[in-house]
């Protein structure tokens, strides 16, 4: 880094503002370029050629390491907390994941923007075209403040501004479009002014207000602890993996289903197709809806209402019922299975699909995931790390919890009989008393006793952590006679 000297003017970051919205508006103040400013305040090297072209500019952005932030606030009059606060940095792990090693959002991390941003032309009429850094969150789609729909691209070149970094060699006029014209020799600016384009006007007791509240007031708690979470609260960013694999599941298998989520002017965006031009300066296309961040903030709010939706309702097994009516075939069938696993995902959204699978599955599948359950789960998984507070356990009082109570297997009834922790005691605790581990397992007239499975799938094989904690197949429902018999130790008068 080069040496920095302080400016002659300081220029106070608006709330929320982007760090290269500031810089701009900060030389604009200057009547010099963005270049000279950034040298100034010893973000560029001094002999730079083409910043714009070598992605450093978005890279600061990104990310400033802690020398570049004393810098800055030296310079610039900022503190080091604000010069962060300017970064995408401030979102890691809430909404999206950093890459700390190349300074760049990871795309493929639940819906992660790596470039380019949407905008309220309101606020930038209303703020002298200063820029939010929350309008390059891929879940940014709506601004509450003026409830219009964020605007993707400009109308006059179809480009997603600040999609490639903005020249650092001329003058940039705040709140216009700062893409190369296409066709222009030399090459000049588009211009275009953005106050002056047309938003849509959404309801604000509308289901895509709604939605965009919720998320925000996720991002900002860092936690969701609304509908299916409340029982089970899960960090932002585990929130984030969840919508995007309902969206993926929404809408690759039933996208003309979704239209009664959002107004009809919503819906025609979303089905508009991307205008050739714009296509061709978009490095990523959508062959896989929902994977990565729409290009659109109207799919995205679809998306997001639609997700929200099931994720509201009040546990698991509701929101099980609501993607089910959702995405059921006419045939009755669903169309999805039980071994498919999303990267990114929480327990509450495992919990989700199996209880969407549940009336599709075997009895026996039914206790294995334990559908019955308020959270069903595969086994070995837990939506929240074992409280080990309370210390060791007594193994006798232990087993006492984990053995079903006496009642015969016949009648038991999926719907009302929830199988319970049923976990085999430690093996030096079955030693002591002579048991095998077959004699604690279920024992169910004309079918095999569960044995370890050398060739079981790997997510389930991975879930195993040792003999003692196999899964109990087949029902899973110990034999209540014979088995506390034997374990339950001898009468105090037969002691020797
Ligand atoms: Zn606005
Ligand atoms: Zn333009």
Redesign the pocket.
């Known amino acids: 880094m080069t040496r920095a000297r302080t400016l002659p003017i300081r220029l106070a970051p608006h709330s929320g503002e982007a760090l290269d919205s500031w810089w701009e508006a900060v030389a604009h103040r200057l009547g010099a370029s963005t270049g000279d400013v950034l040298k100034s305040i010893g973000l560029l090297p001094r002999g730079a050629s083409r910043p714009a072209d070598s992605g450093i500019l978005g890279r600061l952005v990104t990310l400033l390491d802690t020398d570049q932030a004393a810098t800055l606030a030296w310079s610039a009059g900022v503190t080091e907390a604000e010069a962060h606060a300017m970064t995408l940095a401030r979102y890691d792990r809430r909404v999206h994941v950093v890459d700390p090693q190349r300074r760049r959002v990871a795309a493929r991390h639940v819906w992660g923007r790596a470039r380019g941003s949407r905008y309220c032309p309101a606020c930038l009429t209303e703020n002298g075209g200063r820029w939010l850094l929350r309008w390059r969150l891929g879940w940014s789609f709506v601004c509450l403040d003026h409830q219009l729909l964020l605007v993707d691209a ?1 109308p ?4 997603i501004p600040r999609h490639f970094q903005a020249t650092t060699r001329h003058p940039l006029a705040p709140g216009r ?1 700062h ?1 190369p014209s296409e066709k222009d020799s030399p090459p000049t600016r ?3 002014p953005f106050e002056d384009v047309p938003a849509l006007t959404l309801a604000v007791q509308g289901p895509v207000i709604a939605a965009q509240k919720l998320i925000e007031e996720a991002i900002s708690r860092g936690r969701a602890d609304f509908g299916v979470y409340q029982d089970h609260p899960q960090p932002s960013l585990a929130l984030f993996g969840d919508l995007r694999a309902l969206a993926c599941i929404l809408l690759r298998r039933v996208p003309e289903r979704l239209a009664g989520f959002v107004p009809p002017e919503i819906l025609a965006l979303h089905q508009q197709p991307v205008p050739k031009k714009r296509r061709s300066f978009d490095p990523v296309e959508e062959t896989r809806p929902g994977r990565l961040a729409p290009q659109r903030a109207a799919t995205a709010a679809l998306a997001a209402s639609a997700t929200l939706h099931i994720l509201e309702q009040g546990d698991a097994h509701q929101a099980g019922a609501a993607l089910r009516h959702l995405i059921r075939d006419a045939d009755g069938s669903i169309p999805l299975k039980v071994g498919l696993r999303w990267a990114h995902t929480s327990p509450v959204f495992d919990a989700v699909h199996l209880a969407t699978l549940a009336p599709h599955l075997s009895h026996s599948d039914q206790l294995r995931y334990r559908t019955a359950d308020r959270l069903p789960r595969r086994p070995g998984s837990s939506a929240a790390p074992p409280d080990h507070s309370a210390g060791p356990r007594d193994p006798d009082a232990a087993l006492a919890s984990m053995v079903r109570p006496a009642e015969p297997f016949e009648r038991c009834s999926v719907a009302h009989h929830p199988p319970g922790p049923v976990v085999l005691p430690p093996a030096h605790w079955r030693r002591e008393r002579g048991l095998h581990h077959s004699d604690l397992a279920p024992s169910i007239p004309g079918r095999r006793q569960a044995r370890p499975t050398h060739g079981a799938p790997a997510h389930e094989a991975g879930a195993l952590q040792g003999h003692q904690r196999r899964p109990v197949r087949a029902g899973g429902l110990p034999r209540p006679r014979g088995i506390t018999d034997r374990l339950r130790p001898p009468p105090r008068d037969r002691l020797p």
Do not use: A, H, I, L
């Open positions: 400009c006059r070149c179809s480009r479009c893409s588009c211009g275009q």
